[in-house]
């Protein structure tokens, strides 16, 4: 009995997260997101946070999100960390 009502919770878990997946309200969240980028999206919401782009010339254009409150050292750390999952997606970057 126990096993079934198991097997049914995680059932149902399973198709909540999978509806939050694709919700569209949440596309700009990606699956991978830290802690950290999912509060700032919310800020973003709130009115607390904006978008800046990075153009870079010929090379391909960075976007990020930055707190109203976030330092130089902050804006550093992502583009830092964007630059590496860029990297990873087997995309190379110039400094």
């Given at each position: 009995?126990?096993?079934?009502?198991?097997?049914?919770l995680?059932?149902?878990?399973?198709?909540?997260?999978?509806?939050?997946?694709?919700?569209?309200?949440?596309?700009?969240?990606?699956?991978?997101?830290?802690?950290?980028?999912?509060?700032?999206?919310?800020?973003?919401?709130?009115?607390?946070?904006?978008r800046?782009?990075?153009?870079?010339?010929?090379l391909?254009?960075?976007?990020i999100?930055?707190?109203?409150?976030?330092t130089?050292?902050?804006?550093?750390?992502?583009?830092?960390?964007?630059?590496?999952?860029?990297?990873?997606?087997?995309?190379?970057?110039?400094?």
């Amino acid at each position: 009995m126990a096993n079934e009502t198991d097997g049914a919770l995680v059932k149902e878990l399973e198709e909540k997260v999978q509806s939050l997946l694709t919700d569209e309200l949440l596309q700009d969240v990606s699956s991978n997101s830290t802690f950290e980028e999912i509060n700032t999206l919310i800020a973003i919401e709130r009115g607390n946070a904006y978008r800046i782009q990075i153009d870079r010339g010929p090379l391909e254009s960075l976007s990020i999100v930055v707190g109203q409150a976030s330092t130089v050292n902050d804006i550093k750390k992502l583009i830092q960390v964007k630059l590496e999952r860029m990297h990873r997606h087997g995309k190379h970057m110039s400094w």
